[in-house]
């Protein structure tokens, strides 16, 4: 710890969250050291938010108490924590690591077996928001892992978050972060289908936004979502290929379980096709372009 018992936070991954993420632990006064894999985007980084930028995530680990990491996928995550150059060596025991990107549960169990072998204490906390809430640092919470390790990872959780949650032990975060977005990529592509509905039958469209907003039908999703399909804009909140990683990791959850989760099969499907359309890394809601290619019409 530092003299003022303030930890020194350590950062890894500055993409279109990670960055923001970031960006409120330093507003909120955590000293922060910062690397990510593209060259010299750590180094920017610091030089317009403070802290110290270095090479490899083994560095980061040797100035810091706790070590988030904010990457893509599981390989990463165990690339940066367990690989030649991460934080394993350079950590001290008592070293606290919290994971907020979405992986597979099954990835977090087993990494954070190799770092209960070395004396590392860890978290899975993947967050929901999407990149509004991470700029404004009131993004959900949902963290696994032991009650002594979520109070220590608390006062960062605060600096990023609005809702924090304890889940339960090590990969509950995991699982309801996947089990949640799969619910979300859902919402998303039910919305698509009843706007070209809407727009075939001939209604007013945006009469047809209004009334779901006020009635049952109304969601976040609708409210964050109906506008820019309306306008066809795919700017990058969450990319559908990370949406759809999500709903898979969901389905295969309840494939183990022994438990069918058929909407988001068909989400599945929706975003593998909009993924084949070139989509990759646009916003999910190009399933609309699915919708109209399945419909024969554009919104």
């Known amino acids: 710890m530092t003299g003022t018992d303030t930890p020194r936070v350590g950062f890894i991954g500055l993409g279109i969250m990670g960055s923001l993420m970031a960006e409120n632990l330093a507003r909120a006064g955590f000293p922060l050291t910062v690397t990510t894999r593209t060259a010299g985007k750590a180094e920017a980084w610091v ?128 699982t309801v972060k996947v089990i949640s977005n799969a619910v979300s990529a859902t919402n998303a592509s039910t919305l698509a289908q009843a706007l070209v509905v809407g727009s075939a039958v001939g209604v007013d469209v945006g009469a047809l936004v209004e009334v779901m907003r006020n009635g049952s039908a109304g969601s976040a999703m609708l409210n964050l979502k109906a506008e820019p399909m309306r306008n066809h804009d795919y700017t990058t909140l969450f990319k559908t290929e990370h949406m759809l990683k999500d709903v898979r990791l969901a389905l295969e959850e309840g494939q183990a379980a022994g438990v069918p989760f058929p909407a988001a099969a068909a989400s599945r499907e929706m975003l593998t096709a909009a993924m084949g359309r070139g989509h990759a890394d646009d916003d999910f809601i190009s399933v609309l372009e699915v919708v109209e290619g399945l419909a024969g019409r554009t919104l």
């Open 47 to 174: 030089e317009k938010h403070g802290g110290d930028a270095v090479a490899t995530p083994a560095e980061v680990a040797r100035a810091s108490d706790i070590v988030i990491t904010m990457v893509v996928d599981g390989p990463q995550v165990t690339e940066v924590l367990l690989g030649e150059d991460g934080v394993v060596a350079g950590a001290s025991e008592g070293l606290l690591c919290i994971d907020m990107s979405t992986i597979a549960p099954g990835d977090t169990r087993a990494i954070g077996g190799q770092l209960t072998e070395r004396g590392i204490a860890f978290v899975d906390a993947p967050v929901t928001g999407s990149t509004p809430k991470a700029t404004d640092g009131t993004l959900t919470i949902m963290a696994g892992g032991s009650d002594e390790d979520f109070a220590r990872a608390r006062p960062v959780f605060e600096a990023m978050g609005e809702t924090i949650l304890h889940v339960g032990p090590l990969s509950h975060g995991q």
